[in-house]
């Protein structure tokens, strides 16, 4: 069923209906913030809220704008508040190392994730290779860490995640480059040093 | 990734990866990275990027994650049909004045509630601006930036400074900022600062300096007790536990100074190195310093050197009630600094003109000797110092006068009469925090001067005795160790 039928059931207090919009959501919204935030226990506890707030205001949902884009908005706001109140501070910039000797790295990690895909016997390395694009990913700061979520990750179009984030579509484009380039320097660490 | 040096950007290669160029620029950026390597490299990797992210594994919640939802989305729909706090509190207080005998008029009750209101909204109004750092006065090249007019200021005296404010300044320049009656600090030389948090409450106030680069001073008073102060630097985090201390910040690295009191200092890690989850933290007492390298664990605090020491001493013009200083070391070598170097005395301006006009010509008159070579001119201008401080038996720094004559007098060759002056202070000030100095010195010149090794254990087991807990205690119990 359409997203847009259920809501409507859900406004004449249609639980059954609420529960296949939880179901249909539930993942993504946990990725997302996940990915946003970098733990796993605060976003199930965020995206839990999330769907509380969506169940209590549905009545200020107004068809003009999509469904989804309206839960992401509530997720990511839910999330950037989150940030907002932790107690690191991350205004501290990121030491940046020299592209000479860490290309090598960077090359190895980004592609060693994009060829594990079904190999198991890879997995672990995988994981710890994850954790580290993960790591890098919550030195974003927090629109162009979006953008990359929104993007890369869940695979939204520059439209769609234009109307999440509440922008321009070229703006997304620029956003999603500073958070690329941002990464992929980031990644370029050896750890060694 | 290198910068590319021809005209196109990461964000073109970005929008390459994305098909978010019109075709006509397609084909233009296509046939550019046919011809250039290293854009070409740059395409490469940016697609391996997307490619990487894209494939980054989806996160499931754990068991019992729908329902503990549910049970959380039924609680909130159950207190959303209770009454608000608001609606209960306010049923109260009309049940309440119902129930008196003669019940007050509604147009009375409303204007009684808002009086109280206002009076407790200007009551938090005036508790917050009074406890918010102002300037007490800048010199030089200084502005502030502050976030939200989006505009620089040049700030004058009592500029109230506000969450987010950036100050800038240029060689040469200094700031001064007072929190009222919780702490004084200073911004000096090519500094550059952020007061990322500011948030006052009852009787406390919470301040984040974010210490880019420059040169940062702060001295608390026993106010500050209860509040809290962090300065983040790029290399380093430091909370106050203490009282006054310095921040150097240079190329990333971090130099700290602790005059008084106590600092916990938590060193950044790299974000994705695996100690930064769990980054170590060191504490740097009085009279250590600690140098961190951007990204390295803190180091082991080591004692100041006398030089970095002497550096720290500019702190004592930021206490609240400005006071005449005997200079020497702080920790268990000051004793070494009284005897062995010409002790300094610091007279701030605002103390001057309370201290008798011949005096501080004679204080002035010893303290400018220090280099010289003539030995027995010094001894007899100490001894003139001497002979002026008796004129004023009433004098509030008589102690520091006495220990800074013993110290010239001492540097003159005059051991005995150095070993009298300090005999004065062990005996006439038993509870003068220089009384131990006194002691630890006299039993200094009896072993290493007039070669009284038994005289000096007895004094060094006296003063163990009556100041154990005293710094000069622990050196003192190290010296009767090693004499045996």
């Given at each position: 069923m359409e997203d847009e039928s259920l809501v409507l059931?859900?406004?004449?207090?249609?639980?059954?209906?609420?529960?296949?919009?939880?179901?249909?959501?539930?993942?993504?919204i946990l990725n997302y913030i996940y990915r946003f935030i970098g733990s796993l226990h605060s976003a199930e506890e965020l995206t839990q809220e999330t769907f509380v707030r969506v169940y209590i205001n549905i009545h200020k949902y107004e068809p003009r704008a999509k469904f989804t884009s309206w839960v992401y908005r509530i997720a990511g706001n839910l999330a950037r508040n989150f940030l907002r109140?932790?107690?690191?501070?991350?205004?501290?910039?990121?030491?940046?190392?020299?592209?000479?000797?860490?290309?090598?790295?960077?090359?190895?990690?980004?592609?060693?994730?994009?060829?594990?895909?079904?190999?198991?016997?890879?997995q672990a390395q995988s994981k710890e290779e994850q954790d580290l694009v993960q790591r890098a990913i919550d030195e974003l700061p927090a629109r162009l860490?979006?953008?990359?979520?929104?993007?890369?990750?869940?695979?939204?179009?520059?439209?769609?995640?234009?109307?999440?984030?509440?922008?321009?579509?070229?703006?997304?484009?620029?956003?999603?480059?500073?958070?690329?380039?941002?990464?992929?320097?980031?990644?370029?660490?050896?750890?060694d040093e | 990734m290198k910068k590319n040096k021809c005209r196109i950007s990461f964000r073109d290669i970005s929008l390459y990866v994305d098909s978010a160029h019109t075709s006509k620029k397609r084909e233009a950026l296509k046939a550019h990275f046919d011809g250039c390597p290293r854009c070409k490299k740059s395409l490469e990797q940016a697609e391996s990027l997307k490619a990487s992210l894209s494939n980054i594994a989806k996160m499931q919640e754990s068991t019992g994650f729908d329902f503990e939802f549910n049970r959380l989305l039924d609680e909130r729909?159950?207190?959303?049909?209770?009454?608000?706090?608001?609606?209960?509190?306010?049923?109260?207080?009309?049940?309440?004045?119902?129930?008196?005998?003669?019940?007050?008029?509604?147009?009375?009750?409303?204007?009684?509630?808002l009086s109280m209101a206002v009076f407790l909204l200007m009551g938090l109004r005036y508790n917050y601006v009074k406890s918010m750092p102002f300037v007490e006065f800048s010199a030089g090249d200084v502005r502030i930036?502050?976030?939200?007019a989006a505009a620089w200021a040049y700030p004058g005296p009592n500029f109230r400074?506000?969450?987010?404010?950036?100050?800038?300044?240029?060689?040469?320049?200094?700031?001064?900022?007072?929190?009222?009656?919780?702490?004084?600090?200073?911004?000096k030389d090519n500094s550059l600062i952020v007061l990322s948090r500011l948030a006052a409450g009852f009787g406390r106030l919470d301040t984040d300096f974010s210490l880019s680069y420059g040169k940062l001073l702060v001295n608390t008073t026993d106010k500050f007790k209860g509040s809290v102060m962090k300065v983040l630097t790029p290399a380093c985090e430091a909370e106050i536990i203490g009282t006054a201390f310095m921040v150097e910040v240079s190329e990333n690295n971090t130099w700290l100074g602790v005059l008084e009191g106590r600092v916990k200092l938590v060193s950044r890690p790299h974000p994705l190195s695996p100690e930064s989850r769990n980054p170590a933290q060191v504490y740097v007492d009085s009279g250590q310093k600690v140098f961190v390298k951007q990204y390295m664990p803190s180091p082991v605090p080591e004692l100041c050197s006398r030089y970095q020491w002497k550096s720290m001493l500019e702190l004592y013009q930021l206490v609240e009630k400005p006071q005449v200083i005997l200079l020497i070391g702080t920790g268990i070598h000051r004793v070494d600094d009284l005897l062995n170097n010409h002790a300094l005395m610091y007279i701030p301006d605002a103390v001057k003109h309370s201290i008798p006009e011949?005096?501080?010509?004679?204080?002035?008159?010893?303290?400018?000797?220090?280099?010289?070579?003539?030995?027995?001119?010094?001894?007899?201008?100490?001894?003139?110092?001497?002979r002026e401080l008796e004129r004023y038996p009433g004098f509030a720094y008589k102690v520091e006068i006495l220990m800074f004559i013993a110290s010239n007098l001492y540097n003159a060759g005059e051991h005995t009469s150095a070993l009298n002056?300090?005999?004065?202070?062990?005996?006439?000030?038993?509870g003068s925090e220089m009384a131990g100095v006194a002691w630890s010195g006299m039993a200094s010149i009896y072993q290493h001067d007039l070669n009284d090794v038994s005289m000096a254990k007895k004094i060094y087991a006296d003063l163990i005795y009556s100041y154990p807990d005293s710094s000069e205690a622990i050196r003192a119990a190290e010296i009767l160790s090693s004499l045996g």
């Open positions: 059931k859900i406004k004449q207090g249609d639980r059954q209906a609420f529960d296949e919009i939880y179901q249909k959501y539930k993942r993504p109140h932790a107690s690191y501070d991350k205004r501290i910039s990121v030491f940046i190392k020299d592209a000479e000797s860490g290309e090598g790295r960077h090359a190895s990690v980004v592609e060693n994730i994009a060829d594990n895909r079904g190999r198991p016997d890879r860490k979006e953008a990359v979520i929104l993007c890369d990750i869940e695979g939204f179009s520059y439209d769609e995640a234009a109307d999440i984030m509440d922008c321009r579509p070229m703006t997304v484009g620029s956003r999603l480059s500073r958070g690329r380039q941002r990464l992929a320097k980031l990644l370029c660490y050896t750890g | 729909i159950e207190s959303l049909k209770r009454p608000s706090l608001a609606v209960r509190a306010r049923s109260k207080i009309s049940s309440f004045i119902d129930s008196l005998i003669i019940p007050m008029p509604s147009v009375a009750r409303v204007a009684a509630s930036y502050r976030q939200s400074l506000k969450q987010g404010d950036k100050i800038e300044l240029k060689d040469g320049a200094m700031i001064n900022l007072v929190s009222r009656g919780r702490y004084k600090a200073r911004i011949p005096l501080l010509r004679s204080i002035n008159a010893v303290s400018g000797l220090a280099k010289c070579p003539d030995r027995s001119f010094l001894a007899d201008k100490a001894r003139d110092l001497m002056v300090l005999g004065r202070v062990a005996s006439e000030y038993p």
